[in-house]
């Protein structure tokens, strides 16, 4: 029997820019069941980043509730909301976000660090999360000494460190090609299947539509029929 990991309701978000406004989210609502992975897909512009921006609590809906594991994001404060992201939630975006200064090994273990875990443990869990995405021999290698597709596995480590419940993932596999991209969606999928975690990925890429379990069609700010 499944059970929800995360329900939105009603949810509606506007972008003000002077006289002009965006409406991205016309009263969305969406259940997401634990250990699902779920493609978001549609045309440029239709809402899909604001939703899973207002989902993982990045950004505050104007309307609308949004439970993650049984908690209403609205009943938690700045502080509350960010620490529960650093411990119960991983992301993934398009441009990696590594920083280009530090190693593989160190920019896994920075997202355990900032949370409070001894250096020592957070030195082995990013040494262990590197090892499961394939990269133990590539560990003292900064950014630029790696492929694409071997900084979007690091990126994959980082997330993957802190054992979270839910990963969003925005366009992950936007700046590889198609072979490469092929490789990291496979890892991904593997990653679910393995340790049952929540994947929520907004894509233009058919080929992880394909690789989901499903797949939610965004129109104009709404979920399409």
């Known amino acids: 029997m499944q059970t929800a990991i995360i329900t939105a309701e009603a949810v509606h978000k506007t972008f003000r820019t ?3 406004e965006v409406h991205a ?3 969305v609502s969406i259940t997401v069941d634990a250990g699902e992975m779920v493609a978001i897909m549609g045309p440029s512009g239709c809402g899909k980043t604001t939703l899973l921006n207002c ?3 990045l950004d505050d809906s104007d309307a609308g509730e949004i439970t993650i594991e049984g908690t ?3 009943k938690m404060n700045d502080k509350a909301r960010t620490l529960y992201r650093a411990q119960r939630m991983g992301f993934i975006f398009q441009t990696f976000n590594l920083l280009p200064v530090i190693t593989a090994v160190e920019n896994v273990e ?3 660090l900032v949370s409070g875990v001894k250096p020592g443990e957070a030195r082995k869990r990013a040494l ?3 090892d499961q995405v394939g990269l133990a021999d590539r560990v003292a290698h900064r950014p630029m000494e790696l492929s694409g597709g071997q900084r979007q596995r690091v990126t994959i480590a980082r ?3 802190n054992n979270p419940a839910i990963v969003w993932c925005d366009e992950p596999t936007g700046n ?3 072979k490469t991209a092929m490789d990291v969606l496979t890892l991904m999928r593997r990653l679910n299947h393995e340790r049952g975690q929540t994947f929520i990925i907004v894509t233009h890429d058919a080929a992880i539509g394909n690789l989901c379990n499903r797949i939610v069609h965004m129109q104009d700010g709404v979920i399409a029929i």
Do not use: Y
């Open 18 to 20: 002077g006289k002009i």
């Open 25 to 27: 989210l016309r009263g």
């Open 55 to 57: 989902l993982s609590g």
């Open 72 to 74: 209403n994001l609205r």
């Open 110 to 112: 920075l997202p355990l």
């Open 128 to 130: 262990d999360a590197l």
């Open 159 to 161: 997330s993957l460190v």
């Open 176 to 178: 590889l090609d198609s």
